[in-house]
Structures are given as structure tokens and as C-alpha cells.
């Protein structure tokens, strides 16, 4: 069983940075591709980034160039680097978990799913 929880949500200012971490239990997370969602008020759940085990990484259009997600295999840990925040940005960000190494960028891609953290941007 794979098990994620999300930290470091919070209310912050446009244009402030906040760093999001998700702990990850599970013996194979090294072979997992991890990924980061978002769902906003009213709004479908939406991909914001993933990671490949081999390191290649994807990115929603509206987050990249402002956001970085990075993985440590040896803390069972998967970070997303938020800077330059947005208005827009504020939603529920939800860590996922596939045991496909190469899942897509879409929701049903993903079996593992994190409680959620908040993330408010005021302007």
C-alpha cells in the first residue's frame, strides 16, 4: 500500500514563492512516476507537473518556467517549487502516485492520490 501526505501549503502574496513536499510510504517509490494536481473551487482536478523515475519531467503550460518539481529517491520525497505565485494558482494541490513509469499527464494515469494541501495567493 502507497501512501502520500502533502506539506507546505499556505496563504501567501502574489509573487511569493512556497515549496510544496510529498511524503511517499512504499518500498518502490524509486520506480514511480510522481505528479502534482491541482483543483480549484468549481474547477476539475487539473495535471500541474509530473516525474518520470528516469527524471524527465512535464509541465502544465500555465506553471512552467514559475514551478520546479524534483524527487529525492532516498527520502521517499517528491517537492514542487512554486515561485512567482499567481492568483490563479490558488487551489487544492494533490501529490499523485503511479506504478507506471512512464504515466501520462492525465487524472485516471494515477492510483495513489494525497490528501491535498492548500495553497490561497492574495493580489
Known amino acids: 500500500q502507497v501512501q502520500l501526505v502533502e506539506t507546505g501549503g499556505g496563504l501567501v502574496q502574489a509573487g511569493d514563492s512556497l515549496r510544496l513536499s510529498c511524503a511517499v510510504s512504499g518500498r518502490t517509490f524509486t520506480y514511480y512516476t510522481m505528479a502534482w494536481f491541482r483543483q480549484a473551487p468549481g474547477k476539475e482536478r487539473e495535471f500541474v507537473a509530473s516525474?518520470?523515475?528516469?527524471?524527465?519531467?512535464y509541465y502544465a503550460d500555465s506553471v512552467r518556467g514559475r514551478f520546479t518539481i524534483s524527487r529525492d529517491n532516498a527520502k521517499n520525497t517528491v517537492v514542487l517549487q512554486m515561485n512567482n505565485l499567481k492568483p490563479e494558482d490558488a487551489a487544492v494541490y494533490y501529490c499523485?502516485?503511479?506504478?507506471?513509469?512512464?504515466?501520462?499527464?492525465?487524472?485516471?494515469?494515477?492510483?495513489?492520490w494525497g490528501q491535498g494541501t492548500q495553497v490561497t495567493v492574495s493580489s
Open positions: 516525474m518520470w523515475p528516469g527524471a524527465t519531467k
Open positions: 499523485a502516485a503511479s506504478a507506471n513509469a512512464r504515466a501520462a499527464a492525465t487524472r485516471d494515469s494515477y492510483t495513489y
